[in-house]
């Protein structure tokens, strides 16, 4: 049984950072692909970055430069390095991972991914 646990998130004043960490069990991290996405009140699930096995990133365009999406392999932990908070990052964060190893057009995307964690808050203040 696949089990994605997310830890790290917080408050933090815009200009601080936090580091995220999804500890995964059931899944080896290093064979496909793995995500954090965020969601916001009111507003949709959205890609925030993601990583595939051959070590190749993508990130949204509006974290690009702040955020820096890694793994810990023989931890089996996936982490979200996020510096510069801003408080439109607000919102509650989510590990995924995907059976597969995902085009860099679809990284961004939750249909591409299986599992889930339960998610872990960040919010940012002004």
């Known amino acids: 049984q696949v089990q994605l646990v997310e830890s790290g998130g917080g408050s933090v004043q815009a200009g601080g950072s936090l580091r995220l960490s999804c500890a995964a069990s059931?899944?080896?991290?290093?064979?496909?692909?793995m995500g954090w996405f965020r969601q916001a009140p009111g507003k949709e699930r959205e890609g925030v970055a993601a990583?595939?096995?051959?070590?190749?990133?993508t990130y949204a365009a509006s974290v690009k430069g702040r955020f820096t999406i890694s793994r810990d392999n023989a931890k089996n932990t996936l982490y979200l390095q996020m510096n510069s908070l801003k408080p439109e990052d607000s919102g509650m964060y989510y590990c995924?991972?995907?059976?597969?190893?995902?085009?860099?057009?679809?990284?961004?995307?939750?249909?591409?991914?299986?599992?889930w964690g339960q998610g872990t808050q960040v919010t940012v203040s002004s």
């Open positions: 995924a991972a995907s059976v597969k190893v995902l085009s860099w057009w679809s990284r961004l995307l939750s249909a591409g991914y299986n599992y």
């Open positions: 990583t595939t096995s051959d070590g190749s990133t």
């Open positions: 059931g899944y080896t991290i290093r064979s496909y692909s």
